[in-house]
């Protein structure tokens, strides 16, 4: 009789433990996997961070002479004049476009330079909003019911009524020297907020050289 409540406290204590045990170990496995050298309980060790982003309030690098700007990759012209060759050009979001760049060499480009002028912060000068951070694809906010976020927004235009596809084309009908964008970024507006600075004459790096062709020598 005795034996029998002591065989059953030392059976019940034994299930306890393995019980536990099988816990213990389930929640290892399930953290760490089938592996002995799990050192996710180890306290992680405070660092001070370091910075890793470049300021985006330096000035853009002027190159130091023609000779430098021809030794360059990329050629060297104002944004709003890339954005300008763009819409002169057709406005392709695939097709590559040329320009003559600021040392005056042939250059070519794509869309995919002339769209971060639209979406990217801190680029037109320092502090400055992103065309997009106004323009959305959101028309019931976005100023002027116009999209910049995408080629589509873009293309579309302004002032475009609750559900219609196009409004107000704000690229000249392709010529742009009479569009809309070029007055907004060239045009300090002193009486529109994101529009009281003007913006022509950001200088940035974009598009590549076209080769040269030899002169012949005579
Ligand atoms: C702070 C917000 C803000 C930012 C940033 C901003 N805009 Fe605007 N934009 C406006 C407002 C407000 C208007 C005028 C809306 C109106 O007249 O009803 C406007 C008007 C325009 C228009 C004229 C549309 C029309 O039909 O009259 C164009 C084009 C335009 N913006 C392009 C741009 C581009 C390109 C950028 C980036 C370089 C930009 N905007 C950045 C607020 C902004």
């Given at each position: 009789m005795k034996d029998d409540v002591r065989t059953y406290i030392y059976g019940a204590i034994g299930v306890f433990l393995i019980g536990v045990l099988a816990w213990v170990g389930l929640v290892y496995v399930n953290a760490c996997?089938?592996?002995?050298?799990?050192?996710?309980g180890t306290i992680p060790v405070a660092r001070t961070p370091i910075p890793t982003l470049i300021p985006a309030t330096l000035p853009a690098m002027l190159p130091e002479d023609g000779m430098a700007a021809a030794d360059a990759d990329a050629c060297y012209v104002a944004a709003a004049d890339l954005m300008g060759a763009w819409v002169d050009a057709?406005?392709?979001?695939?097709e590559v476009f040329q320009f003559t760049d600021a040392t005056g060499r042939e250059c070519e480009s794509t869309f995919e330079e002339v769209k971060p002028l639209f979406v990217?912060?801190?680029?037109?000068?320092?502090g400055s909003l992103s065309c997009v951070s106004c323009?959305?694809?959101?028309?019931?906010?976005?100023p002027a019911q116009l999209?910049?976020?995408?080629y589509e927004g873009i293309l579309a235009?302004?002032?475009?009524?609750?559900?219609?596809?196009?409004?107000?084309?704000?690229l000249g009908g392709g010529n742009w020297n009479s569009s809309l964008l070029k007055e907004f970024i060239f045009e300090a507006k002193a009486d529109v907020p994101g529009h009281?600075?003007?913006?022509?004459d950001l200088m940035i790096f974009a598009g590549t050289p076209l080769p040269v062709e030899a002169t012949p020598t005579p």
């Amino acid at each position: 009789m005795k034996d029998d409540v002591r065989t059953y406290i030392y059976g019940a204590i034994g299930v306890f433990l393995i019980g536990v045990l099988a816990w213990v170990g389930l929640v290892y496995v399930n953290a760490c996997g089938f592996t002995l050298s799990c050192n996710r309980g180890t306290i992680p060790v405070a660092r001070t961070p370091i910075p890793t982003l470049i300021p985006a309030t330096l000035p853009a690098m002027l190159p130091e002479d023609g000779m430098a700007a021809a030794d360059a990759d990329a050629c060297y012209v104002a944004a709003a004049d890339l954005m300008g060759a763009w819409v002169d050009a057709g406005a392709s979001d695939t097709e590559v476009f040329q320009f003559t760049d600021a040392t005056g060499r042939e250059c070519e480009s794509t869309f995919e330079e002339v769209k971060p002028l639209f979406v990217e912060a801190n680029l037109w000068y320092s502090g400055s909003l992103s065309c997009v951070s106004c323009h959305s694809v959101n028309l019931t906010v976005s100023p002027a019911q116009l999209d910049v976020s995408s080629y589509e927004g873009i293309l579309a235009g302004s002032r475009r009524a609750e559900g219609a596809a196009t409004g107000t084309d704000i690229l000249g009908g392709g010529n742009w020297n009479s569009s809309l964008l070029k007055e907004f970024i060239f045009e300090a507006k002193a009486d529109v907020p994101g529009h009281t600075e003007d913006l022509s004459d950001l200088m940035i790096f974009a598009g590549t050289p076209l080769p040269v062709e030899a002169t012949p020598t005579p």
